[in-house]
């Protein structure tokens, strides 16, 4: 507790508070320095996108590797354009998961290391919770209020979530309490959606890779689909029938009790749509002009794309995201949430704001996004969600260790 305590006054006497944050759950090797959980200072993200786009997907050996290479300047140009050093850090902030385990241990090592060196606390953040607080950060001056509910989607490559946030916030009571910020805030999350199968953004990467398209999916789907007609291929999202029924059954699905999402339907629906239409050599063609460019560009592959494959792109997209908000606003109303926040890498679609926000509006809901920078992986996300838990003293155990399928809240 007086190591705690050294650490609250310390941050409120240098009126620092400089989280280092640390992100390599996936294939972005990022380090952020963010103060008090709120104000950015750096934000340096190592992209592996040029390494995993001859396979068309993550390869997770290659991603530890990259992870390794990337770390330590990564690290330091974060530091660099926050103007600080090591010693201004106050906290060194890391994803503990979810993610792929080889990579998550190459962050988790570094931070380690860099705490014990320095003597400076370690926090582990819930990858989830970073993409919920990216939001926070964009949202800061106007963002929920103590004890207000928020319906949180997270939809990403990995992720199709929905929580129920809240942030309790209770002001600090007397001296010995937890007082860098004010107040001790701390938030609460229950999980009351998910996928069964595939993330929603795994559909877009899954469907862009079918129709010849680059990687990852999500941007040149969003580039090209205004091109096409979203309404020309009516795609059903079937009710999620599975195990649903079976009584005392540990995997069933109560569909009472949360709101399922399923994208592998969608995903064969559209092979058996290419395969119909024997659109196979045409996807073929633009596979080989794409790979023929330099650093091809969603723009590039405009002129490539015939009319149906543009309205094949847009219904697909229309279909997914309109599936997406149904789910979400339905979950508002349920559980009567004050706002709604969407987040992860899936958030930055174009379309999925405006159907979203024009839905929001219609219902009178706030709605908040990350800026379009801090929808994808990143570690300013990071170093904002471990502010809270600096402010109540949580850091991590000594055998801080990766955990691949961390789940987030109850
Ligand atoms: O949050 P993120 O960087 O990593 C995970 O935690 O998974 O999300 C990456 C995912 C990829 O599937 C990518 O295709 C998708 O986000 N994505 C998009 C867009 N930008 C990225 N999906 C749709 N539209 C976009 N503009
Ligand atoms: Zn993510």
């Not at 609250?8 to 996936?26: F, H, K, M, Q, W």
């Not at 993330?199 to 789907?221: C, H, Q, R, S, T």
């Not at 890498?345 to 908040?368: C, D, K, W, Y």
């Not at 992986?377 to 691949?404: R, S």
Request: proline share 6%.
């Amino acid at each position: 507790m007086a190591r705690i305590t050294f650490y609250y006054r310390d941050v409120a006497a240098s009126g620092g508070g400089l989280i280092l944050g640390i992100e390599t759950s996936c294939d972005e090797t990022a380090a952020a320095v963010v103060r008090r959980g709120s104000e950015i200072l750096s934000n340096a993200v190592a992209s592996q996108i040029a390494v995993h786009t001859p396979y068309g997907g993550v390869v997770p050996e290659l991603a530890s590797r990259e992870h390794l290479r990337n770390i330590l300047p990564v690290v330091r140009t974060a530091l660099e354009q926050a103007g600080a050093t090591y010693s201004d850090i106050d906290a060194i902030a890391v994803t503990e998961g979810p993610g792929l385990a080889g990579a998550l241990l190459v962050g988790i090592g570094f931070a380690k290391a860099l705490a014990l060196a320095l003597g400076k606390p370690l926090i582990a953040v819930n990858h989830l919770e970073g993409h919920i607080h990216a939001v926070l950060l964009a949202d800061a001056p106007d963002g929920p209020l103590p004890g207000q509910q928020s319906l949180a989607l997270v939809v990403s490559g990995g992720h199709t979530h929905l929580y129920l946030a809240e942030n309790r916030t209770a002001a600090a009571s007397n001296d010995e309490a937890p007082s860098a910020g004010g107040a001790s805030t701390a938030w609460t999350y229950r999980n009351i959606g998910r996928t069964v199968d595939d993330a929603a953004g795994e559909a877009f990467d899954k469907v862009a890779k079918l129709l010849g398209l680059g990687y990852p999916g999500g941007p040149w789907i969003d580039a090209l689909a205004p091109h096409g007609n979203p309404e020309a291929v009516p795609f059903s999202f079937s009710q999620i029938k599975a195990k649903v029924h079976r009584r005392g059954d540990p995997r069933a699905l109560d569909p009472t009790e949360e709101t399922y999402f399923s994208f592998s339907g969608i995903k064969t629906a559209m092979l058996r749509y290419t395969k119909v239409y024997e659109m196979g050599p045409s996807v073929e063609t633009r596979r080989a002009a794409l790979a023929a460019l330099d650093n091809p560009k969603p723009a590039d592959a405009l002129p490539l794309c015939d009319k149906r494959t543009l309205d094949l792109i847009a219904s697909f997209q229309r279909s997914v995201i309109d599936d997406l908000r149904r789910k979400t606003f339905r979950a508002a109303e349920r559980y009567n949430a004050e706002r709604v926040i969407v987040s992860g890498g899936v958030a930055a679609n174009r379309e999925l704001r405006v159907r979203f926000t024009a839905e929001a509006s219609e219902r009178h809901l706030p709605i908040a996004f990350p800026s379009i920078a801090l929808s994808t992986d990143n570690a300013a996300m990071i170093a904002a969600a471990a502010w809270p838990k600096f402010v109540a003293g949580t850091f991590a155990a000594e055998g801080l260790t990766a955990e691949p399928s961390l789940a987030l809240g109850r």
